[in-house]
């Protein structure tokens, strides 16, 4: 039974090329094994890059759309092996009726050579480093070039083999009895997987693949002001393709640790002070720390609990472009919730001073009906 490579990715047979690559990018950064060790993620990683393989390619996506899967032995998919299953692709319709030059000519042998796809890498700084940039050193396991033999595939001094199955053309044909007559269907040499060629000494290093996986070291830039969620591209930094071929790009994604005292909200930076309640009263200075210097600001009496100061020019520094985002101060006022005897006793009196009835709230008639009277507009 063909599988269903629409639903790996999670997209409709409608879908576009943009909705392809965008479904495939979203799926291979949450399962990539570089990012999730998890086994099962690992043959999911496997799933979605055959998907993608697939739909990707017009020819292979029409084979799907009629039924068959273009990876499954012999090609076609849902037949018995050597294709004598009843499926017939686009393209054997094609040579029927037309030939093989009307239908486009002959498909060849598929290159041993291709792209790398790319790899994605999570980076954790901390907030004074994502402000004012920084040079991180990463670590990254991904394929590289196979060393011995220099992506060939082959052991030192053995060469490529003509696949005597298919002559080097990279497909057999088959002859089958369908509605429309006697039809001449061609499907990818299982010998040498459609390459044309066979690899009879395959390389000790890398088992004929080109490229091996080893662990290495690099210094990535993170230019000032980048944010949570980022990513810095390197590119060819990625995967190695299959016999050497381009590596893709390398993808190191931001995230950003908690602060102690900051929060961010884009480039600007938000912390709050607890003052006493006298001192929102009667004013006072305050010295705070900003991620690269110490600032003095003053608090006018009378502050009133929730409000909020603003240092300009103390915030994270524009990832593109001059100048630095905001600082906010806010302040809670906090009210003392033991008093002592004295204590009380000179609140009460200054309550007085201030003509403030603190007994008369507390009535029926008092502060109550003054909040009622407010709300029905008396």
């Known amino acids: 039974m063909a599988k269903d490579y629409y639903g790996i990715l999670g997209i409709s047979r409608e879908a576009t090329d943009d909705e392809i690559k965008r479904a495939y990018r979203k799926l291979a950064r949450q399962f990539h094994p570089d990012v999730n060790p ?87 700084l901390d907030l004074v480093e994502t402000a004012f940039g920084v040079e991180a050193p990463i670590t990254v396991d991904t394929a590289v070039l196979c060393t011995q033999c220099s992506g060939a595939g082959t052991a030192p001094g053995t060469h490529l083999a003509t696949c005597e199955t298919c002559g080097g053309r990279g497909e057999v044909q088959s002859v089958q009895r369908t509605f429309l007559g006697q039809v001449v269907s061609s499907r990818p040499c299982q010998v040498c997987q459609g390459h044309g060629t066979i690899i009879p000494t395959p390389c000790p290093t890398c088992a004929g693949d080109g490229r091996i996986r080893t662990r290495r070291s690099l210094t990535v830039k993170i230019p000032a002001g980048v944010e949570d969620g980022m990513r810095i591209r390197l590119a060819q930094q990625g995967e190695v393709g299959p016999g050497g071929g381009t590596a893709g790009d390398l993808y190191v994604e931001i ?66 472009g001059q100048g630095r985002g905001e600082l906010f101060v806010h302040l809670d006022v906090k009210t003392p919730t033991k008093l002592t005897a004295d204590q009380e006793r000179m609140l009460r009196d200054f309550a007085k001073t201030r003509g403030e009835d603190i007994a008369e709230l507390s009535k029926q008639g008092g502060f109550f009906s003054r909040m009622r009277d407010a709300f029905n507009g008396h």
């Open 255 to 320: 995230h950003e640790r908690p602060h102690d005292v900051y929060s961010r909200k884009g480039d600007d930076l938000h912390c709050r002070v607890t003052l006493p309640m006298t001192a929102a009263a009667l004013g006072t200075r305050l010295t705070i720390k900003t991620l690269d210097s110490e600032e003095n600001i003053e608090v006018k009496p009378g502050t009133q609990p929730a409000s909020t100061l603003r240092i300009r020019g103390k915030g994270v520094p524009h990832l593109r």
């Open 38 to 124: 998890d086994p099962e993620a690992h043959e999911k990683f496997k799933d979605i890059n055959a998907a993608y393989e697939v739909l990707s390619d017009d020819q292979k996506r029409q084979i799907v759309d009629l039924g068959g899967d273009p990876l499954a032995p012999g090609g076609g998919g849902g037949g018995a092996p050597g294709g004598a299953g009843p499926f017939v692709g686009f393209q054997d319709i094609m040579d029927a009726f037309f030939g093989t030059a009307a239908g486009g000519g002959s498909r060849g042998p598929r290159p041993r050579t291709r792209p790398g796809a790319d790899a994605i890498l999570r980076l954790e």
